[in-house]
């Protein structure tokens, strides 16, 4: 069974940047089935989708957050990571990692196995 | 405010049918495969259905779901008390180039 775990700082200031990893078990980021992605859910409101990557380090983001997020994997831990930058309370967010599963030319898109979230808290 | 629209919340009794709407484009299901999924309280959203009407191993016959041109439908069948939850749709966007997630909507169990 997959299964996948954030984890990072539960609180930055504002304009700081905000970093996460994503352990992976019982399956392994470079089997190269899957793609693994971030998406977020401010407190009360709905999913946002922010970017994905490949095990080789193919990345996609979100147009409305490129400019400010990154992306990266580390397939020796089966770890990946996820950095926004110049953050403001509006990133306030539980933040979810999942992986996802892409196909037919990107016809098929849907995350499978998500982890438990944690909630990042932008204040100073 | 979301391309995918779905109603805010729907409400049945227990051993009823209820059904979620979730409406969009061309740009999105009008050409994308749909998937939905539950988000009980406090806990990660989970999948329910996929390729617009597929379902993972482990989730019952009682959720089922279709897709008609621009717009996709969640079923639930046999309502229970577990089944109070946010849903939510979600597909590629072909024109804004991002993956997007319906509005959600709220399921009650009177």
């Known amino acids: 069974q997959v299964q996948l775990q954030e984890s990072g700082p539960g609180l930055v200031k504002p304009s700081q940047t905000l970093s996460l990893t994503c352990t992976v078990s019982g399956g392994s980021i470079s089997s190269g089935d899957y793609y693994w992605s971030w998406t977020r859910q401010p407190p009360g409101k709905g999913l946002e989708w922010i970017g994905y990557i490949y095990y080789s380090g193919g990345t996609y983001y979100n147009p409305s957050l490129k400019s400010r997020v990154s992306i990266s994997v580390g397939t020796s831990k089966n770890q990946f990571s996820v950095k926004l930058s110049s953050v403001t309370a509006a990133d306030t967010a539980v933040y979810y990692c999942?992986?996802?599963?892409?196909?037919?030319?990107?016809?098929?898109?849907?995350?499978?196995?998500w982890g438990r979230g944690t909630l990042v808290t932008i204040s100073s | 405010q979301s391309v995918l629209t779905q109603p805010p919340s729907v409400s049945a009794a227990p051993g009823q049918k209820v059904t979620i709407s979730c409406s969009g484009s061309s740009s999105n299901i009008g050409n994308n495969y749909v998937s939905w999924y539950q988000q009980l309280p406090g806990t990660a959203p989970r999948l329910l259905i996929y390729d617009n009407n597929e379902r993972p191993s482990g989730i019952p016959d009682r959720f089922s779901g279709s897709r008609s041109g621009t717009s996709a439908t969640l079923g639930i069948t046999g309502l229970q008390t577990g089944d109070e939850a946010d849903y939510y749709c979600?597909?590629?966007?072909?024109?804004?180039?991002?993956?997007?997630f319906g509005t959600g909507t709220k399921v009650t169990v009177l």
């Open positions: 979600g597909t590629w966007d072909n024109s804004l180039g991002t993956y997007v």
């Open positions: 999942a992986r996802t599963r892409i196909a037919a030319a990107g016809q098929t898109y849907y995350f499978d196995y």
